[in-house]
């Protein structure tokens, strides 16, 4: 089960990080290697946004999700 483990605050800047990178992607590194890394980079910070939870968090045991004691 994926229970959430990232903050409001960590999840704005990974929005943010994500528009950068997508848009840095597809618009100036369009069609090279760079810019395949970025959309990879870009969607992978989109999705742990979008839902909440970083596999990469759950290894190191970082949770940045306040709890709701």
Do not use: P
């Amino acid at each position: 089960m994926m229970n959430a483990n990232v903050g409001s605050l960590d999840r704005l800047i990974r929005f943010m990080i994500a528009a950068t990178l997508l848009s840095l992607g597809l618009m100036i590194y369009s069609g090279s290697w760079v810019g395949t890394l970025l959309l990879v980079g870009g969607a992978v910070m989109l999705a742990t946004a979008l839902f909440g939870f970083c596999g990469l968090y759950r290894l190191l045991g970082i949770n940045t999700q306040k709890s709701h004691e």
